[in-house]
């Protein structure tokens, strides 16, 4: 495993990160969870991603449960807060982040958080409340640095240019190599600023791992055929899934897995410090942790871009 600096932070953390978006504490049963995040820690994963509302609060339970035997200097932890919790709290308000991040650090079962993020972005709470609840966050010791998922490139700016606030030092984008909007504005910007991207969707909830194929039903046991994790699937259509088909060549020729072509795709962006993956197996997480490392050169990225190009 190889390790990237996250941002401005001091936090090196690992290229392959853990989620737990719709897996842990929800659609994955408890033996397998932990033998998931045992196996992390056994390939050299040391960053674990979670949020509050993630299976209403049972994924950072669950968290909490599996990491507490382990030297709390041995992983880097990261939850979020914005998105409504069961009890209806929700958004960024000087009240909420610090309602949140207690109630976060006690499900957790630890003192601090390493990296506290936004969700999304709050237009119904100033900017600057929200800054400088977070930055008494941080200065309080319960989160070591701050970070954003998925905000528009004004709103980051905004945040830059208030004075005596924390500094973001991470933004959480959907990317992969079917979802490339950040690289617009969100990367450029960020890449100035030292703040690192920790990517999410890496492998467009497995699309890209090619085991959908077109025409066909969804496998038994994957994400797609389980009711409770399926969200957002039918977004990949035939068409789609056609020109996934076309890179297991390439990566039959590197002598790799289409998951793990997908994974380097998104490490080969400088900006990008992890790339955030979801595993309902342990083998799922040893199979992506060795694509850090893997490097691309300039006609297999070129076969890449050909090979998803809608014809």
């Not at 969200?231 to 020109?243: E, K, P």
Request: charged share 20%; aromatic share 8%.
């Amino acid at each position: 495993m190889e390790y990237r600096q996250l941002g401005s932070s001091d936090l090196r953390v690992s290229e392959i990160a853990l989620g737990s978006w719709l897996t842990y504490g929800g659609g994955v049963e408890r033996q397998q969870a932990e033998a998931c995040v045992a196996k992390a820690f056994e390939v050299g994963i040391n960053f674990i991603d979670t949020a509050n509302v993630y299976a209403g609060g049972a994924a950072e339970t669950f968290l909490g449960e599996s990491l507490a035997g382990r030297p709390r200097d041995s992983y880097v932890l990261a939850t979020k807060l914005y998105f409504p919790m069961p009890n209806g709290d929700h958004g960024l308000s000087r009240a909420q982040v610090f309602k949140q991040i207690d109630d976060s650090l006690a499900r957790l079962r630890t003192d601090h958080v390493d990296l506290y993020q936004c969700h999304r972005y709050d237009r119904d709470t100033p900017l600057e409340e929200t800054m400088e609840a977070l930055t008494e966050v941080v200065r309080q010791g319960k989160a070591r640095y701050i970070g954003f998922s998925e905000w528009p490139a004004e709103r980051i700016q905004a945040a830059l240019d208030l004075p005596g606030v924390e500094k973001f030092v991470s933004s959480q984008p959907q990317y992969s190599a079917l979802s490339r909007g950040p690289e617009q504005e969100v990367i450029p910007l960020c890449a100035a600023n030292g703040i690192s991207q920790i990517v999410f969707s890496p492998l467009a909830q497995g699309v890209l791992t090619g085991k959908y194929p077109p025409g066909q039903p969804p496998p038994a046991g994957t994400r797609w055929s389980t009711e409770s994790m399926n969200l957002f699937m039918n977004q990949y259509d035939d068409a789609v899934l056609t020109r996934v088909q076309r890179l297991r060549p390439i990566a039959d020729g590197l002598g790799i897995t289409m998951g793990q072509l997908a994974l380097a795709w998104v490490l080969r962006e400088p900006n990008v410090a992890a790339a955030i993956v979801g595993a309902s197996r342990p083998q799922q997480v040893a199979d992506n942790a060795a694509a850090s490392g893997i490097e691309l050169d300039a006609e297999t990225l070129a076969g890449i871009d050909e090979a998803l190009a809608a014809s």
